[in-house]
């Protein structure tokens, strides 16, 4: 009997404990949806039937009318998502000094990952400052400038894959397409070799970037243990990417450096930057290496993500892909090649690959750790939100707002004709890149080589969509932290001459 009390008891200690925090938004008069327990408002996020972005297009859709913002629990812990663009300009830029860190800057251990642990994207306070100051110089224009002759070769490279792959009369996936290209790219740029994915079979960096970022399901458990039990952040730590994975990096970066003392190799790109910074900062091997890893990591999946989406709007919008060769073709020199200041001058390729980021934005939400309290207020309805409370901004509702942008499902990148997009971006209505001081640190090397991908694609082909994917419907993959569909992205090419 005695036991079977103490089992009574213990359910109700776990019942109070899991629900504890079910009446935080409500004492603070904050609105919000109906938490369940252990699953709290983003049950996706666990069970993972569905990506969670459904979870957070459901609560867009039920409260955008009602309110500036949304009180939810995930798992047990209070979160805050913000629905208001002024708001979202708050947490950004206004306010940006109490939500400068974000969500997974306590999560990675710096004994575990220390290469991971030196990415931007992760770090905090003074030290994520200084890091990025140190790596922002490493995109200018000129050195973008002098890029953009190593993203070519890599473009030619894919034409001849995709003019192979298109005699075999089977379809391409514009995912593993794209995906083959910025690892390509980003080898070349940043390691100076040719990572061959067009060429190889599982080519062996193709294959570690693939697993470089694709965390283990211990990961993922552990990742919604300390999202939703906050107080495990300080026990227990996140290793992201195994150490053999991380080691075939730095090998990779050693032997690149090598090679380049060696050869006396002058080339201006990303290592070359980080043998500058070596040389005057006098950075060790392991901070070289995460440079590179980092550069790797954050500069490949993105794109590659965005180039696939852009391919998919492009192949089922025959006029736009028309208007967009046209624009293409009178940009052209005598050789039939696209300069760099001609990539850049060219408005409508701008325009598209920017509607394609605002319908499918490769990072979905955005999540902000608050550092110190402060207030938030928009119409007369007042938040205090308190210091570690995680502060979420749904991008992809954002994008998908009828009061941001008119016929919001339809791919119309005349919208941002005239300049219109820096009203977006100033609104905080546009966001793929996120904004404010934490802006994307790598988005002009983002678009030069999405931009030079779809260029040369569009340039030499027809596009468009294969029936595998017509038959499938278009939802992001449960399993995928990032915007990516489920069972690929299905085109056909037809070459033009
Ligand atoms: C189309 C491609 C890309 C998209 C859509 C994208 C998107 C984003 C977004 C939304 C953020 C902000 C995250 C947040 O506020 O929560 C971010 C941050 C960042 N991105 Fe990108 N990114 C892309 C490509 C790249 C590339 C190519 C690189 C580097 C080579 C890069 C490096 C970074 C870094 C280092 C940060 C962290 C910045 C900081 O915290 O100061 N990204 N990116």
């Not at 925090?21 to 993972?48: E, H, Q, T």
């Not at 969500?103 to 990675?108: A, G, L, Y």
């Not at 192949?315 to 736009?320: H, I, L, P, S, T």
């Amino acid at each position: 009997m005695i036991f079977i009390y103490l089992i009574i008891a213990l359910v109700a200690l776990l019942y109070v404990y899991l629900t504890w925090n079910f009446n935080y938004w409500s004492k603070r008069g904050v609105p919000g949806p109906k938490a369940k327990v252990f699953l709290g408002d983003l049950p996706n996020g666990i069970m993972r039937k569905q990506n969670v972005a459904y979870d957070f297009q459901k609560i867009y859709k039920e409260f955008k009318a009602k309110t500036p913002f949304v009180g939810i629990i995930q798992m047990r812990d209070p979160r805050l998502i913000i629905l208001e663009p002024e708001l979202i300009k708050d947490v950004l830029i206004r306010k940006f000094h109490y939500f400068r860190n974000s969500e997974f800057s306590d999560m990675i251990d710096t004994e575990q990952d220390p290469l991971f642990a030196k990415n931007p994207f992760f770090l905090k306070d003074d030290e994520w400052k200084e890091k990025r100051a140190e790596i922002t110089p490493a995109f200018t224009v000129n050195r973008m400038k002098a890029l953009y002759p190593l993203i070519q070769d890599v473009s030619t490279r894919m034409v001849k894959y995709i003019a192979n792959e298109s005699k075999k009369s089977k379809p391409c996936d514009a995912r593993e397409l794209a995906a083959k290209y910025t690892t390509d790219v980003v080898s070349n740029c940043i390691f100076g070799v040719d990572a061959e994915s067009f060429t190889k079979e599982n080519a062996e960096i193709r294959e570690m970037g693939r697993k470089l970022l694709s965390p283990s399901t211990i990961v993922f458990i552990k990742l919604v243990l300390i999202g939703s039990f906050s107080i495990l952040k300080k026990f227990m730590k996140v290793q992201f990417t195994k150490m053999e994975i991380q080691q075939f990096f730095v090998d990779l970066m050693k032997q690149a450096l090598k090679y380049r003392d060696e050869n006396k190799v002058q080339r201006e790109d990303f290592l070359d930057y980080i043998i500058q910074l070596r040389n005057k900062k006098h950075i060790n091997e392991l901070e070289m290496a995460s440079h590179t890893i980092s550069f790797f990591s954050d500069g490949f999946e993105t794109s590659s993500i965005a180039i696939s989406h852009a391919l998919y709007e492009l192949a089922n919008n025959k006029r736009v892909q028309d208007k967009l060769r046209n624009e293409i073709n009178n940009n052209r020199d005598e050789n039939g090649q696209l300069s760099f200041e001609k990539l850049q001058e060219m408005s409508y390729l701008d325009q598209v690959f920017h509607e394609a980021l605002r319908m499918h934005p490769p990072l979905v939400t955005s999540s902000k750790m608050c550092s110190e309290n402060v207030d938030l207020e928009y119409d007369g309805k007042k938040v205090t939100v308190e210091k570690g409370i995680n502060v979420y901004i749904p991008i992809l509702e954002v994008h998908y707002d009828p009061e941001n942008f008119l016929e919001p499902k339809k791919f119309h990148p005349e919208r941002f004709d005239d300049g219109a997009m820096k009203d977006y971006v100033d609104r905080c209505v546009f966001m793929p890149f996120g904004g404010g001081p934490r802006i994307c640190l790598g988005m002009r090397f983002a678009l030069l080589q999405s931009k030079a991908a779809l260029a040369t694609i569009i340039g030499n082909y027809v596009v468009t969509v294969n029936q595998k994917t017509q038959d499938n419907p278009f939802v992001i993959d449960a399993a995928e932290f990032l915007n990516i569909k489920t069972g690929g992205l299905w085109v056909n090419f037809k070459p033009l001459n």
